[in-house]
């Protein structure tokens, strides 16, 4: 157990972070898994969507940018 206050203050920031973090990537799989899911004409509508969902995980580094590129890449293909 964590004796001193800064400690114990990052344990708190921690786990606030572990669910925040837990939650927009919950939220990103979600959306990429509705583009998957979706006919081929509401794909291209859905896609700009996700690809801002994407593009803010990558700015948050909740994905690697070269992982966020290639989603979007394999979206786009499949959106057309």
Same mark, same amino acid.
Request: aromatic share 2%; proline share 5%; net charge positive.
């Given at each position: 157990?964590?004796?001193?206050?800064?400690?114990?203050?990052?344990?708190?920031?921690? +786990?606030? /972070? %572990?669910?925040?973090?837990?939650?927009?990537?919950?939220?990103?799989?979600?959306?990429?898994?509705?583009?998957?899911?979706?006919?081929?004409? +509401?794909?291209?509508?859905?896609?700009?969507?996700?690809?801002?969902?994407?593009?803010?995980?990558?700015?948050? %580094?909740?994905?690697?940018?070269?992982?966020?590129? /290639?989603?979007?890449?394999?979206?786009?293909?499949?959106?057309?």
């Amino acid at each position: 157990m964590p004796v001193t206050k800064s400690v114990v203050k990052k344990v708190r920031q921690a +786990e606030k /972070r %572990r669910a925040d973090n837990k939650a927009k990537k919950s939220n990103l799989k979600t959306t990429v898994s509705k583009i998957t899911l979706a006919k081929p004409k +509401e794909k291209s509508k859905l896609y700009p969507k996700v690809q801002s969902t994407i593009d803010k995980a990558a700015k948050k %580094r909740l994905l690697h940018p070269n992982k966020a590129s /290639r989603m979007k890449s394999k979206l786009a293909k499949a959106a057309k």
